[in-house]
């Protein structure tokens, strides 16, 4: 956190020192002051807040409600939130996006695009390779072993963001690490937005990767969904993005 030095009046670092004895506390009441006290959300912000749930909630709370809301309700809650929040009308029908599309999407995009998505890719997998770790197996005096096996997730879930531009990377740093672990089932959402699942680049970097279970929803519903599962979404093993 920067201060005003008040002699010259330029910013300064705030600096704590974790091994005197009061630097502890002094990073604990500094992040209580960021977190729960600092005006981390804009005065728009807050308006947006309470326009959608009536009150003045804190981030915290607006997230806690959300996954509370999709626990209970399924999918119908997702719809309202991405209706409410994003302005966007996704039914239960259209939730999830047609393979269709993803390969239309493909179709439409620059072969410079394909052809650095193919490049990035092949370096992922190959750093991914390299770092697999192996199976373990150690044997006991007098008899007998111990072994640790590294299995595969059977289904991940991945997060995409597209508020204010399109991540085909975040796409490219999770999904591929994924297959090269051997996860079978690979779960990607995105918000409806044009940025986000409307975006060429974000589906034609899909098709390209092999995914073919792609939902428009975003934001704190899509990884409550994912997370509990809903009608047309069955819940993953773990979210990233």
Known sequence: MSTKNKSTGSECIR?????????????????????SQGDLVSPAGRQKTVNVFGEPLSPKQV???????????????????????????????????????????????????LAAIR?????????????????????????????????????????????????PSTLLMTVVPAQVAGVPEIVVVAPPTKFGAENDHVLATCHELGVKTVYQVGGAQAVAAMAYGVEGLQRVDIVVG
């Open 119 to 167: 490049r990035v890719r092949k370096r992922v997998e190959h750093f991914q390779k390299e770092i697999l770790p192996s199976d373990v197996s150690v044997s006991l005096p007098g008899g007998g072993s111990l072994r640790q096996r590294y299995l595969p997730l059977d289904r991940v879930g991945v997060c995409v963001p597209g508020g204010a531009a399109a991540y």
């Open 15 to 35: 600096r704590i020192n974790l091994h005197t004895s009061t630097g502890r506390e002094e990073l604990e009441s500094l992040r209580q002051t960021l977190v």
């Open 63 to 113: 997230v806690e409600k959300i996954c509370e809301d999709v626990k209970r309700q399924g999918l119908p809650a997702v719809l309202d939130y991405t209706k409410r929040i994003d302005r966007s009308n996704v039914t239960a029908d259209t939730f999830q996006v047609p393979c269709e599309k993803l390969q239309e999407s493909h179709g439409r995009v620059a072969p410079e695009f």
